[in-house]
């Protein structure tokens, strides 16, 4: 699977439209962008997932560049239930499950 | 549908002991996958089972072991705990539809403590 390059950290006020960039320039044509995100010691959550299409649902928006080497995923209104730690995976939609995870983007949301 | 459930949420065990750890998936999905997270590993993967086979297993020792059941609910097994072992385990799981992709649902995870 291809790996991804994330920043550690991103701030956003509450309310306010929350971009997290992914960077996965070595992405296959095979490759879906996966997002999830973990907040402090549960389980990882589901957010959005996307081939070449932008993908919309009740959560998230994923902006996928034409290229395909970067995404940015969206949060339209961030709440401070937003922060958490997100994570964008690159993996194969195979008969096999791994995720590989990096380190993620840690988003603090401030009222 | 209920989500991923995972039993029991908290552990506390000595080095030397084992423990079993359990998941039960979302009904209908037949892939169980089991990861560690650490703070200094983060999240890894252990093991990957469908339909009562393990498929896929990630870099650990043979002191962490798995298996599925034929109703899909899985366990894990550490023999011989150590106190690096002590971290919170996540099992997911996914429908594995041919075509259609597998997106991984997460439980709340068990947090073992070795002492």
């Known amino acids: 699977d291809a790996k991804t390059t994330q920043p550690t950290s991103m701030d956003c006020a509450e309310g306010r439209a929350a971009n997290l960039p992914c960077n996965h320039s070595?992405?296959?044509?095979?490759?879906?962008v996966y997002w999830y995100r973990q907040i402090h010691s549960q389980g990882p959550q589901y957010i959005i997932h996307?081939?070449?299409n932008n993908e919309t649902n009740e959560m998230a928006s994923l902006i996928i560049t034409e290229d395909r080497k970067s995404s940015t995923l969206i949060l339209p209104h961030a709440t401070l239930r937003d922060t958490a730690v997100y994570y964008c995976?690159?993996?194969?939609?195979?008969?096999?499950?791994?995720?590989?995870f990096g380190k993620g983007t840690m988003l603090l949301v401030s009222p | 549908k209920a989500g991923v459930t995972q039993t029991p949420r908290y552990l506390i065990k000595t080095r030397g002991q084992q423990v079993t750890l359990s998941c039960s998936p979302i009904?209908?999905?037949?892939?169980v996958s089991w990861y560690q997270q650490t703070p200094g590993q983060g999240l890894q993967f252990l093991f990957e089972?469908?339909?009562?086979?393990?498929?896929n297993k990630g870099n650990f020792p043979g002191r962490f072991s798995g298996r599925q059941f034929s109703n899909s609910r899985s366990e894990m097994n550490v023999s011989t705990l150590e106190l690096g072992d002590s971290a919170l385990y996540l099992c997911?799981?996914?429908?594995?539809?041919?075509?259609?992709?597998?997106?991984?649902?997460f439980g709340p995870g068990t947090r073992l403590t070795v002492l």
């Open positions: 996307g081939l070449k």
């Open positions: 995976i690159v993996r194969v939609q195979s008969g096999y499950s791994t995720l590989t």
């Open positions: 997911a799981s996914s429908e594995l539809l041919a075509g259609l992709g597998d997106t991984q649902y």
């Open positions: 009904s209908g999905h037949r892939s």
């Open positions: 070595t992405i296959s044509g095979n490759e879906y």
């Open positions: 089972y469908f339909s009562e086979t393990q498929r």
